[in-house]
């Protein structure tokens, strides 16, 4: 069965730090693009980080410089960790799977045909 988990969401003071993780079974994340999705309430949901097979990297610019997007393919698991956190990054954080690389140039390939996690709530708050 194919599945992705994301977990590491919590609460955490403005300026702090959270580390999510996206951890697949039934495939080999390894072989896909892997984006990091937030949506806040009342919001749409905004890509904020890609990676890509070969380890590049993609950022909304809102999260550049304080967000950075890894693999670990031996653990099958992707990571988004976030730093300098502000009220602003609150939302449900989503990672997706998708088998291309161009996906992390347009993130709506995800949405039309990739694999998605159930999300993990981020707070920042004081």
């Known amino acids: 069965q194919v599945q992705l988990v994301e977990s590491g969401g919590g609460l955490v003071q403005p300026g702090g730090s959270l580390r999510l993780s996206c951890a697949a079974s039934?495939?080999?994340?390894?072989?896909?693009?892997v984006g990091w999705f937030r949506q806040a309430p009342g919001k749409w949901r905004e890509g904020v980080g890609c990676i890509q097979t070969n380890r590049d990297t993609f950022y909304v610019n809102s999260v550049k410089g304080r967000f950075t997007v890894s693999r670990d393919n031996v653990k099958n698991t992707v990571y988004l960790e976030m730093s300098s956190l502000k009220p602003e990054d609150t939302a449900v954080f989503y990672c997706?799977?998708?088998?291309?690389?161009?996906?992390?140039?347009?993130?709506?390939?995800?949405?039309?045909?990739?694999?998605w996690g159930q999300g993990t709530q981020v707070t920042v708050s004081s």
């Open positions: 039934g495939f080999s994340l390894a072989d896909y693009a």
């Open positions: 997706a799977a998708h088998a291309s690389d161009d996906s992390c140039l347009v993130p709506e390939n995800f949405a039309d045909s990739g694999s």
